[in-house]
């Protein structure tokens, strides 16, 4: 009754009045735009933050050119320059921290994925690898200071005493080092590894695997022979990632890692890497000093944006989702 | 006939072989499983260790009064790390200001505006390579852009430094979050009158929303606990802050600067620092994975 006496719009006039399409179609203009303005912005900003870094570093790229990267002096009291030593710390802290994880990761990935656990206490520990990369890294130095220097110290010192001869534990561990650097760099990149490993074991076709249990194939014999070769590019993919984070990671390092430019084989000696001293020297930096640091940005840019890159392409053949446990 | 008599020697001792073998890759398979059960119980002594540390040096310090007192002077008792508290807040507020709305229009462009199109591609390579930028770059490009051309180092600094780290972050899980809505909730909106924009802010956003909302409170409790973006934009101050053109304290770099000094006050409260930090990103971690997993 109510619907049948209610005025009917007049034939020829769209209900809603004019003026208010004309305006909500101004502001569906208006609102694709700005979409496509953020979202370039945020290429530009891509593009902007490399330009920017390396402008900055012009003026020390004119003054040492290529011989920058192979100079081992690090002075700013004498102004000289030479990024060596710190390519050399970034490239092995990362590189021992790699070696730790990637097994540890792998192991945890496969234990998560194969179903060792009910499905509660699997999410359970999913989580708590997630949370391992939701600590701050301030927090993990503080705790590498603490905890993992007074545990690496004696043994480094026992290995320096008894196997000395080898050039891997050739120095005396005074704290600070490599080892307990690269010890807690390895725990804050294992959740990438563990992560990203995992979701491409899940891409294993179930069949492939009941296939092979059906033929008397044990849990490791389809894990070994079938899910690890299937998921290898995607660990591959994994392990390059990590490694990139690896590299620029900052603060657990500063603290750690001893702050010493000087090159040496020892694993327990202190060193410094692009990341952390880039964080102890740019609140004081002046001069040309501020531009060597520019120049080491944009050193550690090209080496983790490239390494990221390639981490990319590589999960992103693989198909595996690649943000979730 | 001959060849079966052929193969029956033989064919005894290779069956007791392979039950042999059988069983040695059976125990072969059991002690990987205990292995890798091994390995993931090792990966997690640590996160054990650090929390256990935190709550038995940081909270057994804890006072009220630390939430509002400032940073005590070196060898000084007493203090707290009130100025940081905020300085980590504003930080945190100004990066979320920054990011959120920029993140969510690029992932809006990338899922309802150019999907699968080639301009989404670069964008959201772009995004995950922008996710890949060590934290410490986005300071050392704040600095050069803002620090070094203006002189000063200011809360605003460390805010944009961080909002540059929240970004790729935010439009990636803004992104999945999209492409999670039905296509059909839009194509019955679109086939109402709705325009594309009203299809957006009233049907796809709002069913989204949830799982965009983790996503921001992941990027915010990461960017809480950054250090190296701040440490020369934000810097550090003993007192609190006047104007976001000042330098500010924050609770990560309170803890960087108080964790190797020779007073055990003040080591403290870097431990303190750390717990109060560590239970802000817990808990925003806790209930992001919470509203995650219900809107599941």
């Avoid at chain 1, 690890?228 to 690896?246: D, N």
């Avoid at chain 1, 930096?285 to 080496?303: H, K, N, P």
């Avoid at chain 2, 852009?145 to 430094?161: D, P, Y």
């Avoid at chain 2, 950054?226 to 976001?244: K, M, N, R």
């Amino acid at each position: 009754m109510q619907t049948a006496t209610a005025p009917l719009p007049t034939p020829g006039t769209p209900w809603v009045g004019n003026k208010r399409a004309q305006r909500s179609k101004l502001f569906d203009s208006f609102f694709s735009k700005s979409t496509f303005l953020a979202s370039w912005g945020t290429v530009a900003l891509l593009l902007w933050i490399a330009l920017e870094v390396g402008y900055a570093a012009l003026p020390a790229m004119r003054q040492f050119g290529f011989g920058f990267i192979i100079g081992t002096q690090w002075d700013p009291t004498s102004d000289q320059y030479g990024a060596l030593p710190l390519i050399y710390g970034t490239l092995v802290s990362a590189g021992l921290a790699l070696l730790i994880a990637t097994p540890l990761g792998v192991a945890i990935a496969i234990f998560l994925t194969e179903d060792y656990l009910p499905l509660k206490l699997r999410s359970f520990c999913k989580f708590l690898v997630e949370l391992l990369a939701a600590i701050p890294s301030v927090i993990y130095g503080l705790w590498g200071i603490y905890v993992v220097i007074p545990i690496t110290t004696p043994l480094g010192n026992w290995l320096n005493a008894h196997f000395g001869w080898i050039p891997l534990f050739s120095t005396h561990s005074s704290g600070p080092g490599f080892l307990p650097a690269a010890f807690v760099l390895a725990i804050m990149i294992l959740p990438t590894i563990a992560a990203l490993s995992s979701s491409s074991l899940k891409t294993t076709p179930m069949n492939l695997k009941e296939g092979a249990a059906a033929l008397g194939a044990t849990r490791w014999d389809v894990i070994l022979q079938i899910s690890l070769p299937i998921a290898a590019s995607g660990i591959i993919g994994a392990a390059v990632l990590a490694l990139g984070r690896a590299m620029g990671e900052t603060m657990a390092l500063a603290m750690l890692i001893g702050n010493n430019t000087q090159i040496s084989p020892s694993i327990f000696a202190p060193a410094n890497t692009i990341a952390s001293l880039l964080a102890n020297s740019f609140g004081e930096a002046t001069g040309l000093e501020v531009a060597a640091l520019m120049y080491l940005s944009f050193i550690l840019m090209a080496l983790t944006l490239g390494i990221n890159a390639v981490a990319e392409v590589i999960l992103d053949r693989t198909g595996a989702s690649t943000r979730h446990l | 006939m001959n060849a079966a008599t052929k193969i029956h020697p033989t064919a005894a001792p290779r069956a007791m072989d392979l039950s042999r073998k059988l069983r040695w890759r059976s125990i072969f398979s059991r002690g990987m499983d205990g292995l890798v059960a091994l390995m993931t119980l090792a990966a997690l002594v640590p996160l054990v260790s650090v929390i256990y540390m935190v709550i038995s040096k940081g909270a057994g310090n804890f006072r009220w009064s630390m939430l509002w007192q400032l940073p005590p002077a070196a060898g000084m008792d007493g203090g707290g790390f009130g100025n940081a508290l905020v300085g980590t807040l504003l930080l945190v507020s100004i990066g979320a200001l920054v990011s959120v709305p920029i993140g969510v229009l690029t992932a809006i462009f990338l899922t309802e505006y150019s999907l699968g199109s080639k301009s989404a591609r670069i964008i959201r390579f772009c995004a995950k390579i922008l996710s890949g930028l060590p934290s410490i770059l986005a300071g050392v490009f704040i600095f050069g852009v803002l620090v070094a051309t203006t002189h000063s180092f200011s809360v605003l600094a460390g805010g944009l430094a961080l909002g540059i780290l929240m970004l790729p972050i935010i439009i990636l899980a803004t992104e999945e979050a999209l492409l999670r809505v039905p296509r059909f909730l839009r194509e019955a909106s679109l086939a109402l009158g709705a325009n594309r924009t009203q299809t957006v802010l009233h049907i796809t956003l709002p069913a989204a929303a949830s799982t965009i909302i983790t996503g921001v409170m992941l990027a915010v409790a990461r960017a809480a606990g950054e250090t190296a973006p701040i440490i020369f934009t934000a810097l550090f101050t003993s007192y609190w802050i006047g104007s976001l053109r000042e330098p500010t304290a924050s609770m990560a770099v309170l803890i960087y600067n108080f964790s190797s000094v020779p007073y055990d006050n003040l080591v403290n409260m870097a431990w303190t620092a750390s717990f109060v930090l560590i239970l802000i990103v817990l808990v925003t971690n806790i209930v992001s994975h919470v509203v995650a997993n219900r809107s599941k």
